[in-house]
């Protein structure tokens, strides 16, 4: 199991009881105290099959086809870069591999303004996709059986930040690579 952007290690923990003493799970974070952080919380918990990697996830530093489950938790938003991060969680998964993401989506356009304030990319907003063009990403990239669950539908109320007046949503985002 990978985790992109795995931030204090609290899914590679959680992902390490289910990956068996003979599974191994991965974190990447680009940020040398998080990792430091990671390190420490698996040296406590006496966690040895997880592995934390120093990397950025639009360039992971992980090997082709070589993991089963891509997870990642609220960080995909952060990324400038989203098409690359998609291509390289294809890369690094074996055939047949899954990918599940919980990230924070857009339900309605950003403005470009928006887009370009760095706060608002630190509070998880500006960055936020729509969910077609997240679909359009993963397909491009060469996931199939893409499934978007947003927490509350379009339309709905969203979470509102009041600066940027942006409707943004959590979402779970599930795709395969085709087996083979
Ligand atoms: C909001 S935290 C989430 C941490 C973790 N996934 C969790 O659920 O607790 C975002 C994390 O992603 C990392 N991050 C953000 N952008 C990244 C990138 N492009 N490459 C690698 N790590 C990144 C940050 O350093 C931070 O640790």
Redesign the pocket.
Known sequence: ML?L????G??CFLAAQRVGSRGRAIG????PE?LARARENARRGGYRNVEFRL????HLPVADRSVDVVL????IN??PDKDAVYREAYRVLRPGGRLAVADILAVRPIPARERADRTRWTSCTAGALEPDKVRQLLRKAGFRNVRIELARPPGGSGRRTTAARTAVVSASIRATKPAA
């Open positions: 985790d952007g795995s931030g204090a609290i899914d990447v974070d680009m940020t998080m990397g950025e996830i639009e990642s938790n609220c960080v952060l990324a």
